[in-house]
């Protein structure tokens, strides 16, 4: 099984280039099952209904979110009707929709997607390693792969939580700082691990900003709007391939073989 998961879509210009460069991506590489993070397409602060709908029309099949996921009020009354619409799983029960997606990929094999926030510096939710114990003990045998996307600021959080997840889940990527990382490893358990996949969207300005108002605030430290930037757009992304004839792990789930970061620019 071959799985493409996208990191962090950033406005319009991460938009621009998942409707340019997704399909064919999916055709030449092969991919089963594409999932990505959503929660900055909507000018870098939360999504929509509209653009969750575009994004899924797309070759995605799953969109997680964080700890923006809930900066479009519009989007609450959404959350309910669109399953495939994640945000963290850990905020208190009540909240709209769901952290866990469970469906089917291109090649007939059973897969979950649960998302999860971190703690540390970011609100004080509920606790995302108690969080997924709880539904990972809901999944059916059937679920041969589990993608867990921890939304998280620091690398210690998305460290501990790629070991305490080892030989539970398939693969574990983390996201939120739009930075990525280069320590992408197969854990012992068979988990695939990175600790940031990084953006989609621009990079010739701040985590996806201009960099203009960035500069401003660190120097004058006043209140400023910050706008997404424009150019050096990439998409950012993991290739994770299962082996899916092989024992399978501690969980029963596929092991991953491999996890490869992958750069795709558009002018």
């Not at 990505?36 to 969750?52: D, H, V, Y």
């Not at 090649?107 to 108690?130: E, H, K, M």
């Not at 985590?207 to 203009?212: Q, V």
Request: include cysteine.
């Amino acid at each position: 099984m071959r799985v493409l998961f996208i990191g962090d879509i950033v406005g319009a210009p991460g938009r621009r280039i998942v409707e340019e460069r997704l399909a064919d991506i999916v055709r030449q590489l092969h991919i089963d099952l594409v999932i990505a993070n959503g929660e900055n397409s909507a000018s870098g602060f939360g999504i929509t209904p509209k653009i969750a709908q575009e994004l899924l029309r797309t070759e995605i099949a799953v969109l997680s979110g964080g700890n923006h996921s809930w900066d479009r009020k519009e989007i609450i009354e959404f959350m309910p009707h669109e399953p495939r619409l994640l945000r963290p799983a850990n905020f208190p029960e009540g909240n709209a929709g769901s952290g866990l997606y469970v469906g089917a990929a291109k090649n007939g094999s059973r897969y979950a997607v649960l998302n999860l926030q971190g703690r540390v510096f970011l609100t004080a939710i509920d606790d995302p390693f108690r969080k997924a114990d709880e539904l990972l003990a809901t999944l059916p045998p059937e679920v041969a792969f589990v993608l867990v996307d921890m939304h998280a600021e620091t690398t210690s959080e998305k460290i501990a939580m790629g070991w305490y997840l080892d030989g539970r889940v398939t693969v574990m990527v983390g996201t939120h700082t739009h930075v990525a990382t280069a320590d992408e490893r197969i854990l012992p358990g068979g988990t695939a691990y990175i600790t940031d996949v990084g953006m989609t969207g621009p990079h010739d300005g701040v985590i996806g900003m201009d960099r203009r108002g960035i500069i401003k605030k660190f120097l004058d430290g006043l209140p400023a709007r910050f706008e997404v930037s424009e150019g050096d757009v990439q998409m950012n992304c993991v290739l994770i391939e299962t082996d899916d004839d092989a024992p399978r792990n501690a969980a029963g789930r596929f092991r991953a073989r491999s996890i490869e970061r992958l750069r795709f620019r558009i002018d």
